[in-house]
């Protein structure tokens, strides 16, 4: 009963149910069993249009299978809200989904994370973008947001370790400069608390970075 209803909703969106050793074409696929089981959890409603949002936007109808039905069901309920304020604004938000290239990048991702979830993921992310902010149901926590936003602001931790290289870098030659010629490592051995290599690396980094400067100047 359930395939023959799974098989009655596809029709209704001219997605042709193949075998499951043939390559599916646009408007085809072999996923009945996966949609049989939207369909048992989820309802009828569900997925229609789970199947509209896949076989009536641009660029999709050969790629429904079992992940990407699981991802936009997923999509579906996260985003309920965003469906019924503005239907239309959904299906334009997938018109420009490249859903072929997310299913085949998250590929990469086999054996390590789940498939559905990695695309549906990928999907929010531009399902958002392309949406100009609409987002799913789920409360923003805005004291995260705002962590993220500081983080962004600052530099990374290599940014702050090759700013205080330079920096000492730069000391370190003023002190070169400054000593007779032949007494800086003694200088290195007894003051600056880092090895001559170290030394040497810093000093390289500042010249380089002077060099820079002077180019662009």
Same mark, same amino acid.
């Given at each position: 009963?359930?395939?023959? =209803? #799974?098989? *009655?909703?596809? %029709? $209704?969106?001219?997605?042709?149910?193949?075998?499951? /050793? @043939?390559?599916?074409?646009?408007?085809?696929?072999?996923?009945?069993?996966?949609?049989?089981?939207?369909?048992?959890?989820?309802?009828?409603?569900?997925?229609? =249009? #789970?199947? *509209?949002?896949? %076989? $009536?936007?641009?660029?999709?109808?050969?790629?429904? /299978? @079992?992940?990407?039905?699981?991802?936009?069901?997923?999509?579906?309920?996260?985003?309920?809200?965003?469906?019924?304020?503005?239907?239309?604004?959904?299906?334009?938000?997938?018109?420009?989904?490249?859903?072929?290239?997310?299913?085949?990048?998250?590929?990469?991702?086999?054996?390590?994370?789940?498939?559905?979830?990695?695309?549906?993921?990928?999907?929010?992310?531009?399902?958002?973008?392309?949406?100009?902010?609409?987002?799913?149901?789920?409360?923003?926590?805005?004291?995260?947001?705002?962590?993220?936003?500081?983080?962004?602001?600052?530099?990374?931790?290599?940014?702050?370790?090759?700013?205080?290289?330079?920096?000492?870098?730069?000391?370190?030659?003023?002190?070169?400069?400054?000593?007779?010629?032949?007494?800086?490592?003694?200088?290195?051995?007894?003051?600056?608390?880092?090895?001559?290599?170290?030394?040497?690396?810093?000093?390289?980094?500042?010249?380089?970075?002077?060099?820079?400067?002077?180019?662009?100047?």
């Amino acid at each position: 009963m359930t395939e023959a =209803l #799974v098989r *009655s909703i596809c %029709a $209704e969106f001219d997605v042709e149910i193949i075998p499951a /050793n @043939e390559m599916p074409k646009p408007g085809q696929t072999r996923a009945v069993n996966t949609l049989a089981r939207i369909l048992e959890k989820h309802g009828e409603g569900h997925l229609r =249009l #789970v199947l *509209s949002t896949l %076989a $009536e936007t641009k660029n999709n109808q050969g790629l429904i /299978n @079992e992940y990407s039905a699981w991802a936009t069901s997923d999509l579906v309920l996260a985003c309920s809200k965003w469906i019924e304020e503005d239907a239309s604004d959904w299906f334009q938000a997938w018109d420009r989904i490249p859903l072929g290239w997310l299913m085949w990048t998250s590929q990469e991702l086999y054996g390590i994370v789940k498939q559905r979830a990695a695309l549906a993921g990928a999907m929010y992310v531009l399902l958002v973008h392309y949406s100009q902010g609409r987002k799913a149901n789920k409360d923003v926590d805005y004291n995260f947001l705002r962590r993220i936003q500081i983080a962004e602001g600052e530099p990374s931790k290599h940014d702050r370790n090759r700013e205080k290289a330079l920096e000492t870098g730069k000391r370190l030659l003023e002190v070169k400069a400054a000593l007779p010629r032949g007494e800086f490592l003694a200088w290195v051995d007894r003051e600056a608390g880092l090895s001559y290599q170290t030394v040497q690396r810093y000093m390289r980094l500042a010249r380089e970075a002077d060099q820079q400067e002077r180019s662009a100047a």
